[in-house]
């Protein structure tokens, strides 16, 4: 067999393993699958109308469509019903309505509600990480339920703070706007001080800033000044902090009820194989 051929048979031989890790669990399958059929009708439409850009983006919607079962098969855990299908409506509603749909723009909170599903989710895998290892006889330490907590949490902010990263660097090397501004009023800032004296000048009452280019023409911005990103930043790492700290909470109540919580129960992936009944860690 020819090396393209044998390139080939391997994705191919890849994409339909993954494809079988889904079939496992009926309900996150047919949710895939609508939310795949979706992503390829936009996909073809964006290919007729030439539109190159949506085409990357529903390329990578159907790549991290494919992450949940990716991670379950090479991480052999058991991603619940719940958060599986939680994934998959989040890459829709992320890449597909929220980039080439506009949602970002034309629904005030739909970032804010983004963000704050993606602390919830990742605190889940933090907590998922750890208490693996936990429930893992084969070491000698057993962690208590705030540590865990703490685990979780600290894992979905350092996720939060990653993504800002992403977000900063593509509209600056890409000049994109992932960083959506915003519009204020008011400001404080050092720069205005002439004497240098390190105290902040206050700003109030903003009607109108008229941004002049080196071309001779003007920008001009109504009813305010123009905040590059830093409230969009900030209010995506408060509401990951929101959905983190919530995680956190529900599986610091999990472990301690020595993992009868219906709630974390249905959103806390977990290893496939225990070999020993978890009688949930002591507190150290």
């Given amino acids: 067999m020819k090396p393209e051929k044998q390139k080939k048979h391997r994705l191919r031989s890849f994409y339909m393993s993954l494809v079988m890790q889904i079939q496992r669990d009926k309900k ?3 949710v895939y699958c609508i939310m795949q059929f979706m992503t390829l009708a936009v996909l073809v439409r964006s290919v007729f109308l030439g539109q190159w850009e949506n085409c990357m983006v529903c390329v990578l919607a159907l790549i991290l469509l494919l992450l949940p079962p990716f991670v379950e098969k090479n991480a052999k855990i058991d991603l619940p019903t719940a958060l599986e299908i939680s994934a998959y409506v989040f890459v829709f509603c992320a890449e597909i309505l929220g980039e080439i749909g506009c949602y970002y723009v034309k629904f005030k909170y739909w970032d804010t509600m983004l963000h704050t599903v993606n602390g919830f989710m990742f605190a889940a895998f933090g907590f998922c990480l750890v208490d693996i ?13 705030g540590y865990l907590a703490v ?3 600290c894992f979905s902010m350092t996720i939060g703070v990653l993504w800002e990263f992403v977000e900063f660097g593509a ?13 204020i009023t008011h400001f404080s800032s050092v720069a205005l001080d002439e004497t240098n004296s390190n105290v902040p000048i206050k700003v109030n009452g903003i009607d109108e800033t008229v ?4 071309d001779g023409s ?4 109504d009813e305010g000044y123009l905040d590059v990103g830093l409230n969009d930043t900030m209010k995506d790492l ?8 919530v995680f956190s909470c529900i599986g610091y109540v999990y472990v301690k009820q020595r993992g009868k919580g219906v709630i974390a129960a249905s959103l806390i992936p977990h290893a496939e194989e225990e070999e020993d ?6 507190d150290i």
Avoid: C, T, W
């Fill in 28 to 30: 996150a399958f047919v």
């Fill in 133 to 145: 290892l936990n429930k893992n006889h084969r070491f000698s330490f057993q962690l208590s339920a």
């Fill in 151 to 153: 685990v979780a949490f």
């Fill in 171 to 183: 509209d600056h090397i890409i000049g994109i706007d992932m960083q959506k501004d915003a519009v």
């Fill in 211 to 214: 941004i002049k280019l080196s």
């Fill in 218 to 221: 003007e920008v001009v911005i």
């Fill in 238 to 245: 408060y509401v990951n902090f929101i959905g983190a700290v």
């Fill in 277 to 282: 009944e978890y009688n949930g860690p002591e």
